[in-house]
């Protein structure tokens, strides 16, 4: 047990920087708390014990900041709670919902839909309430979650706990009880969610989830982060995870729970033949696959139809290439959101079209190390393919008559590189 006698020649520190008046440092205060652990002292100092009543405040207001490094509290995050009825928008279902499929496809964009449609979500009027976080491979943890911060002042290192933005962001659904909140995760196929979130994979589970929405009489009006916790949990018999203390020697430590009204979207990219979600995480999401449109719609209006039959045909000769030794051949399909703004009426739509499709073939290469010659090549190949080029219309198609012109005989990857880069950056190339 961790007692005040503990931190006596510390305490003696800061009782002589306000006041020795007091005579703590002269054996009175370890008198009274020599045998209460720090959590103790702290709830009195903060509740003002009659045991205390002969501390003045501006020496109760330094004790309380010293006992607060050892319970892991903070004075000041005593809140408010925001009791703003919003229910009718926590009617949307799907808590945790992973997009699925190759770069380009809208995937982001349907999480917007559902985040800003009236239907659902309706949080166009409150950003604040949407935390989007691009995981890339230095993310962790720490990063995300909690963490140790280390400072250096007066030559003086010292450790803090840094409370990372997932955290933070769950605190803040935790007091609005009543108005939805989303965590979207982007790309998260580089990383372990698991390790990323940690024991909060246990937490998201539609049955482990508090039901905060349902509490209609509150205690108080403030609380501190853990003591609305510890309310939520008394009052919904709500699952929880301990959450140990990173710096502070104080034994009792801390719970989390997962609160029903926060929404978790994330996106995964089919980039390589990694496993992108672990089994235990497919049990606790809603995967939705997102496939390349081709058609005009009210979520993928393409500018050219010429250019959607293009990529349309491009990825069934695609998908026919890599059929018979994949497990997964839709993982080579090419996203539609480059490809929409090309315009039939612009003056520079061929340049457009060999840009996007520059960016195709490099990426076939460097990014998903497909061969040239069993990859593109075959593609181009692909009997089904060349008859789709080779239809009556041709002639009046500028896309047909514009992939023909780089779709030269004996092609590898350095010629076909160089020739779309000769239709895209001549004007660069030719500098001397």
Not at 47 to 62: H, P, Q, V, W
Not at 175 to 188: A, D, G, H, R
Not at 288 to 304: A, C, G, M, N, W
């Given at each position: 047990?961790?007692?005040?006698?503990?931190?006596?020649?510390?305490?003696?520190?800061?009782?002589?920087?306000?006041?020795?008046?007091?005579?703590?440092?002269?054996?009175?205060?370890?008198?009274?708390?020599?045998?209460?652990?720090?959590?103790?002292?702290?709830?009195?100092?903060?509740?003002?014990?009659?045991?205390?009543?002969?501390?003045?405040?501006?020496?109760?207001?330094?004790?309380?900041?010293?006992f607060s490094v050892?319970?892991?509290?903070?004075?000041?995050?005593?809140?408010?709670?925001?009791?703003?009825?919003?229910?009718?928008?926590?009617?949307?279902?799907?808590?945790?919902?992973?997009?699925?499929?190759?770069?380009?496809?809208?995937?982001?964009?349907?999480?917007?839909?559902?985040?800003?449609?009236?239907?659902?979500?309706?949080?166009?009027?409150?950003?604040?309430?949407?935390?989007?976080?691009?995981?890339?491979?230095?993310?962790?943890?720490?990063?995300?979650?909690?963490?140790?911060?280390?400072?250096?002042?007066?030559?003086?290192?010292?450790?803090?706990?840094?409370?990372?933005?997932i955290f933070k962001?769950?605190?803040?659904?935790?007091?609005?009880?009543?108005?939805?909140?989303?965590?979207?995760?982007?790309?998260?196929?580089?990383?372990?969610?698991?390790?990323?979130?940690?024991?909060?994979?246990?937490?998201?589970?539609?049955?482990?989830?508090?039901?905060?929405?349902?509490?209609?009489?509150?205690?108080?009006?403030?609380?501190?982060?853990?003591?609305?916790?510890?309310?939520?949990?008394?009052?919904?018999?709500?699952?929880?995870?301990?959450?140990?203390?990173?710096?502070?020697?104080?034994?009792?430590?801390?719970?989390?729970?997962?609160?029903?009204?926060?929404?978790?979207?994330?996106?995964?990219?089919?980039?390589?033949?990694?496993?992108?979600?672990?089994?235990?995480?497919?049990?606790?999401?809603?995967?939705?696959?997102?496939?390349?449109?081709?058609?005009?719609?009210?979520?993928?209006?393409?500018?050219?139809?010429?250019?959607?039959?293009?990529?349309?045909?491009?990825?069934?000769?695609?998908?026919?290439?890599?059929?018979?030794?994949e497990i997964h051949?839709?993982?080579?399909?090419?996203?539609?959101?480059?490809?929409?703004?090309?315009?039939?009426?612009?003056?520079?739509?061929?340049?457009?079209?060999?840009?996007?499709?520059?960016?195709?073939?490099?990426?076939?290469?460097?990014?998903?190390?497909?061969?040239?010659?069993?990859?593109?090549?075959?593609?181009?190949?692909?009997?089904?393919?060349?008859?789709?080029?080779?239809?009556?219309?041709?002639?009046?198609?500028?896309?047909?008559?514009?992939?023909?012109?780089?779709?030269?005989?004996?092609?590898?990857?350095?010629?076909?590189?160089?020739?779309?880069?000769?239709?895209?950056?001549?004007?660069?190339?030719?500098?001397?």
């Open positions: 047990m961790v007692i005040y006698k503990d931190f006596y020649n510390l305490l003696r520190n800061v009782i002589q920087e306000t006041g020795e008046d007091t005579e703590y440092d002269k054996g009175t205060f370890l008198d009274i708390y020599g045998d209460k652990t720090t959590s103790e002292i702290y709830d009195d100092l903060i509740n003002n014990a009659s045991s205390l009543d002969g501390i003045d405040s501006d020496t109760k207001a330094e004790l309380i900041k010293f050892f319970v892991n509290k903070s004075i000041s995050k005593k809140e408010s709670l925001n009791l703003t009825d919003l229910r009718d928008n926590l009617n949307f279902k799907l808590k945790n919902i992973l997009f699925k499929g190759v770069p380009g496809t809208g995937k982001s964009h349907k999480i917007g839909e559902i985040i800003n449609d009236k239907n659902k979500l309706n949080l166009s009027d409150k950003p604040e309430n949407v935390l989007r976080i691009n995981i890339h491979s230095a993310s962790s943890n720490a990063d995300l979650m909690l963490g140790i911060a280390i400072t250096t002042e007066n030559e003086q290192v010292s450790y803090k706990e840094k409370q990372g933005l962001h769950i605190q803040k659904a935790c007091f609005s009880p009543y108005e939805p909140f989303v965590l979207v995760l982007e790309e998260i196929q580089e990383n372990s969610l698991n390790e990323l979130i940690g024991d909060l994979i246990y937490l998201i589970e539609d049955n482990k989830r508090a039901k905060i929405y349902n509490i209609k009489d509150f205690e108080k009006e403030e609380y501190d982060y853990q003591t609305l916790v510890e309310e939520y949990i008394s009052k919904l018999n709500a699952h929880f995870v301990e959450i140990p203390n990173l710096v502070s020697i104080d034994e009792k430590n801390r719970k989390m729970i997962m609160p029903d009204n926060l929404y978790i979207f994330c996106t995964s990219n089919y980039r390589d033949d990694k496993k992108v979600i672990e089994d235990n995480l497919l049990r606790r999401f809603d995967v939705i696959e997102v496939y390349p449109q081709y058609k005009k719609t009210l979520e993928v209006y393409f500018k050219s139809q010429k250019v959607s039959d293009f990529l349309e045909a491009l990825n069934t000769s695609i998908s026919d290439t890599f059929d018979t030794n051949p839709d993982r080579f399909l090419i996203g539609h959101s480059n490809w929409l703004k090309i315009n039939d009426s612009s003056t520079f739509k061929e340049k457009e079209f060999y840009k996007v499709l520059l960016k195709v073939v490099i990426e076939f290469k460097e990014i998903r190390e497909i061969d040239f010659k069993q990859g593109i090549d075959e593609i181009f190949k692909n009997k089904e393919f060349v008859k789709y080029l080779d239809t009556v219309e041709s002639e009046k198609n500028w896309v047909k008559i514009a992939f023909k012109a780089i779709n030269k005989e004996n092609l590898n990857y350095q010629l076909l590189v160089s020739l779309l880069q000769d239709k895209v950056y001549k004007d660069i190339l030719e500098l001397k």
